[in-house]
C-alpha cells in the first residue's frame, strides 16, 4: 500500500479511534444470535464433528471460524454430505476477511494496513444491511384481523486493531408496527392485599394487553432501544408501536482474545444467551432477552473447564400512567435502576456437561462483591443486607455423539426450602427437560422435545425501599427493558416443544413446530396471582398459612392454553446476496377455569373449559413474510 493511501487510512481510524471503546470487530467480535451457524454448530456438536463449544455466548468470528475449520479438517469429515459441506463453506466464506476494497456479496468495503515495527494488522470496514418485514393476523371468531410490520436499516463500522483487539459499532433505524389489544387489569399482589400507605409493600392494579396479534405467542422481539416515536408525535417517548412508528437501537462492543481464545474480554451492548443447553432454550439469560452494556470475561485454560462472569447495567421500561400519557424517559427509569451479574463455571467432557451459575439484580450502588467471580454472590449478601435479587441456575447435559442430547436446567429464584416446597409460592424453582436427536439421514437436521415449567413468581421481586434512594419503592425484578432476561414464558406457564428442523440444500432451511402452551390468566375475574413478571409475592404467610400463596396449576384460576403450529422456511439466492423467508402458521386458543374455586380453602380444584366475554375461544391464521438484503 502506498504512502498516500496508508494516511488516508490512518486519518479514518484516527476519526472513529475515539470511539473505539463502544464499537465491534471482525475476528474477535460477536457472530449475531440470529446467524444460522449457531443451530449448525449445534448439529456439529451432537453428531461429535467437534469439540464440545462454549454455553457462553454469543461466539466470536474467529471461534466459529475455528469449529467450522475443526468439523471441515477433522478425520470425520466423511460424516458430512455433499450439502453440509457447502454449508459450511458458505459460511467460512461470510465470516472471514474480505479482499481490498468492495465486497458486494457481503455488503461491505474493507481496508486494511500494518502498522509498527511489528507490522501489526489495522483495518476497517464499512457495511450495511437491510431487513423487511410484513406480518398478518386473523381471529375469524373475535373479528378481527391485524397488520404489522418490521423494517430494519443497518450500517456498520468493524476492524481489528492488531491481532488480540478487534471492535464494532452497529445502528439501526426502523419503521416498526406490532398492534395489540388492552385485555384488562391486574393486581400486582393480588385483589383484596392491602397495607399502611407508608409501607413498603403497595399494591398497584396495572393494564394488561394481549401479545402482538401479528406474530406467534411469545416469539415477538423488541428490536427498539428506549421508546417509538409516533410520526404525528416525535417530542414525547411512547411505549409500543400500536400503528407506525420510527424506532433506532445501537449495539456495540470491543473485544480481545488472548492464549489461542482461552482468555476472552469483552465489553459492549448485544443480545447474550448463556446455557449450555439447546440455542433459546436458557432459563438464566435467554437469547430473547434485551441486550444491555455489559463487560465480561470468560477463561478457558482446560478443554475440560471454563469460568465465565459479567456484569453490566440495565434498562428502564417506558411504561404510561395512563391512555396515551407516557411516564417520560425520567419518571419511568426512577425507579428502576439496575445493575445484573452473573457467573458461570462449565465443565465439558465427551459425554456430559454441566453448568453452575448465579445471577444477581442488585439497584445500583459501589458494590464491589458482586463483579467478582470468585464470590459468592447469594452468601455474600448475607454480609451486606437483603436488598437484592439472587438466583441460581444448574444446566446439566448428557451427551451421545451421532446420535442426540438430553438436558435438565434449574432456575433457583430466591427459594426457600420446606417439606412442602411444591405447593408453595414461596419455592420460586423453575425446570426444564428436553432432548435434541440427530437425524443424520438429512442435512443438518434434527427434533427437539422440550418442556419447560415456570413457576408462579418466577424472574418477579418486591419492589422495595433501599437506603441509598430514600423513599422510593425499587424495582428488581429479572428484566430488561421489561423483558425477561430468563425464559421467554410468562411466570405460571408451562411449555411442551416439538420442532423439526433441516437444510434440504445447501441455500434453504426450514423448520415445523408444535407448542402447547398454558399460562395463569393475569387478568380478569379468574385472575392468578404471581402470572405476571410485574406481580409481587406477599411478604407474609408465605410459610402456607397464607392459603393464596399456594399454588395448583391449572385449578386455581383461569388458565389460556395455546396449541400452536407453525411452518417456516428461508430461502438464500446463490448469486446474489439476498434471502427471502416466510412463516405461516395456527394458534388454538381457550380458558379453563375453576369451578367453585375459594382461594381460602387452600384446596385444588376441577377446572373445565370456558368461553366468557372475558375469556374467550379464539383461532387464529399468522403468516410472515420478509427479504434480507445482504442478510448476516
Known amino acids: 500500500m502506498c504512502k498516500k493511501n496508508k494516511k488516508f487510512f490512518l486519518l479514518i481510524f484516527i476519526c472513529f479511534s475515539i470511539y473505539a471503546p463502544l464499537l465491534s470487530a471482525q475476528n474477535h467480535t460477536s457472530v449475531s444470535l440470529d446467524n444460522h451457524i449457531y443451530y449448525i454448530l449445534e448439529q456439529a456438536e451432537l453428531r461429535g464433528l467437534c469439540s464440545p463449544l462454549s454455553g457462553i455466548k454469543p461466539y466470536t468470528r474467529n471461534t466459529v471460524i475455528s469449529a467450522i475449520n475443526q468439523i471441515l479438517n477433522?478425520?470425520?469429515?466423511?460424516?458430512?454430505?455433499?450439502?453440509?459441506?457447502?454449508?459450511?463453506?458458505?459460511?467460512?466464506?461470510?465470516?472471514?476477511?474480505?479482499?481490498?476494497?468492495?465486497?458486494?456479496?457481503?455488503?461491505?468495503?474493507?481496508?486494511?494496513?500494518?502498522?509498527?515495527?511489528?507490522?501489526?494488522?489495522?483495518?476497517?470496514?464499512?457495511?450495511?444491511?437491510?431487513?423487511?418485514?410484513?406480518?398478518?393476523?386473523?381471529?375469524?371468531?373475535?373479528?378481527?384481523?391485524?397488520?404489522?410490520?418490521?423494517?430494519w436499516i443497518r450500517f456498520y463500522l468493524n476492524g481489528d486493531i492488531g491481532n488480540n483487539i478487534s471492535w464494532e459499532f452497529a445502528g439501526e433505524g426502523g419503521l416498526i408496527r406490532a398492534p395489540k389489544n388492552l385485555i384488562g387489569t391486574y393486581n400486582t399482589y393480588y385483589e383484596g392485599f392491602d397495607r399502611d400507605a407508608e409501607s413498603e409493600y403497595q399494591n398497584r392494579l396495572i393494564n394488561i394487553y394481549s401479545e402482538p396479534l401479528t406474530h406467534f405467542p411469545y416469539t415477538y422481539r423488541k428490536r427498539w432501544d428506549g421508546s417509538i416515536y409516533f410520526f404525528s408525535d416525535l417530542y414525547h417517548f411512547n411505549s409500543w408501536p400500536e400503528d407506525f412508528a420510527g424506532a433506532y437501537n445501537l449495539l456495540s462492543e470491543m473485544t480481545a482474545s488472548f492464549l489461542d481464545d482461552k482468555l476472552i474480554l469483552r465489553a459492549g451492548r448485544l443480545p447474550r444467551e448463556w446455557s449450555s443447553t439447546s440455542v433459546g432454550s436458557s432459563l438464566g439469560l435467554n437469547t430473547m432477552a434485551r441486550p444491555f452494556l455489559g463487560i465480561e470475561t470468560e477463561f478457558k485454560p482446560f478443554s475440560w473447564f471454563s469460568i465465565a462472569a459479567m456484569t453490566g447495567s440495565l434498562e428502564y421500561f417506558n411504561t404510561y400512567l395512563g391512555e396515551n400519557i407516557p411516564y417520560g424517559i425520567k419518571k419511568s427509569a426512577m425507579t428502576f435502576q439496575?445493575?445484573?451479574?452473573?457467573?458461570?463455571?462449565?465443565?465439558?467432557?465427551?459425554?456430559?456437561?454441566?453448568?453452575?451459575?448465579?445471577?444477581?439484580?442488585?439497584?445500583?450502588?459501589?458494590?464491589?462483591?458482586?463483579?467478582?467471580?470468585?464470590?459468592?454472590?447469594?452468601?455474600?449478601?448475607?454480609?451486606?443486607?437483603?436488598?437484592?435479587?439472587?438466583?441460581?441456575?444448574?444446566?446439566?447435559?448428557?451427551?451421545?455423539?451421532?446420535?442426540?442430547?438430553?438436558?435438565?436446567?434449574?432456575?433457583?429464584?430466591?427459594?426457600?426450602?420446606?417439606?412442602?416446597?411444591?405447593?408453595?409460592?414461596?419455592?420460586?424453582?423453575?425446570?426444564?427437560?428436553?432432548?435434541?436427536?440427530?437425524?443424520?439421514?438429512?442435512?443438518?437436521?434434527?427434533?427437539?422435545?422440550s418442556y419447560t415449567k415456570i413457576n408462579p413468581y418466577t424472574y418477579t421481586h418486591n419492589r422495595n425501599f433501599n437506603p441509598w434512594y430514600g423513599d422510593l419503592r425499587m424495582e428488581t425484578a429479572y428484566t430488561n427493558n421489561g423483558v425477561s432476561l430468563g425464559h421467554y414464558l410468562p411466570p405460571n406457564s408451562d411449555e411442551l416443544l416439538v420442532r423439526f428442523e433441516t437444510m434440504p440444500a445447501g441455500n434453504i432451511t426450514a423448520n415445523l413446530q408444535y407448542q402447547m402452551i398454558r399460562h395463569g390468566a393475569d387478568f380478569g375475574s379468574g385472575a392468578v396471582d404471581g402470572s405476571n413478571l410485574l406481580s409481587e409475592?406477599?411478604?407474609?404467610?408465605?410459610?402456607?398459612?397464607?392459603?393464596?400463596?399456594?399454588?395448583?396449576?391449572?385449578?386455581?384460576?383461569?388458565?389460556?392454553?395455546?396449541?400452536?403450529?407453525?411452518?417456516?422456511?428461508?430461502?438464500?439466492?446463490?448469486?446474489?446476496?439476498?434471502?427471502?423467508?416466510?412463516?405461516?402458521?395456527?394458534?388454538?386458543?381457550?380458558?379453563?377455569?375453576?369451578?367453585?374455586?375459594?382461594?381460602?380453602?387452600?384446596?385444588?380444584?376441577?377446572?373445565?373449559?370456558?368461553?366468557?366475554?372475558?375469556?374467550?375461544?379464539?383461532?387464529?391464521?399468522?403468516?410472515?413474510?420478509?427479504?434480507?438484503?445482504?442478510?448476516?
Open 74 to 151: 477433522s478425520d470425520n469429515t466423511g460424516k458430512l454430505n455433499n450439502i453440509e459441506r457447502e454449508i459450511l463453506q458458505k459460511h467460512l466464506i461470510q465470516l472471514t476477511v474480505s479482499k481490498q476494497g468492495m465486497d458486494w456479496q457481503k455488503g461491505l468495503y474493507h481496508m486494511e494496513t500494518v502498522i509498527g515495527e511489528n507490522e501489526a494488522p489495522l483495518s476497517l470496514n464499512i457495511g450495511g444491511n437491510l431487513n423487511m418485514e410484513g406480518s398478518a393476523g386473523l381471529y375469524p371468531e373475535l373479528d378481527g384481523y391485524y397488520f404489522g410490520t418490521d423494517v
Open 338 to 449: 439496575n445493575f445484573f451479574s452473573i457467573s458461570m463455571i462449565q465443565l465439558k467432557f465427551k459425554y456430559f456437561s454441566l453448568d453452575i451459575g448465579e445471577a444477581v439484580i442488585w439497584p445500583k450502588r459501589l458494590e464491589f462483591g458482586y463483579g467478582i467471580p470468585i464470590v459468592n454472590s447469594i452468601f455474600y449478601q448475607n454480609n451486606i443486607g437483603d436488598f437484592d435479587n439472587m438466583s441460581m441456575i444448574i444446566n446439566l447435559k448428557a451427551q451421545y455423539p451421532g446420535i442426540g442430547i438430553i438436558w435438565a436446567s434449574l432456575f433457583w429464584d430466591e427459594a426457600y426450602w420446606v417439606l412442602d416446597f411444591y405447593e408453595l409460592d414461596r419455592t420460586i424453582l423453575s425446570l426444564q427437560f428436553g432432548m435434541n436427536i440427530a437425524l443424520p439421514f438429512l442435512s443438518f437436521s434434527s427434533v427437539k422435545l
Open 537 to 632: 409475592l406477599d411478604p407474609d404467610g408465605r410459610e402456607g398459612s397464607n392459603s393464596i400463596l399456594k399454588r395448583f396449576f391449572l385449578r386455581d384460576g383461569a388458565y389460556q392454553w395455546m396449541h400452536i403450529i407453525r411452518l417456516g422456511f428461508e430461502w438464500t439466492l446463490r448469486k446474489a446476496p439476498v434471502s427471502f423467508y416466510a412463516e405461516a402458521g395456527t394458534v388454538i386458543s381457550y380458558f379453563t377455569n375453576t369451578v367453585g374455586f375459594d382461594a381460602n380453602s387452600g384446596q385444588a380444584h376441577s377446572y373445565s373449559i370456558i368461553d366468557t366475554a372475558d375469556y374467550p375461544k379464539s383461532t387464529g391464521f399468522i403468516i410472515k413474510l420478509g427479504i434480507k438484503i445482504f442478510p448476516r
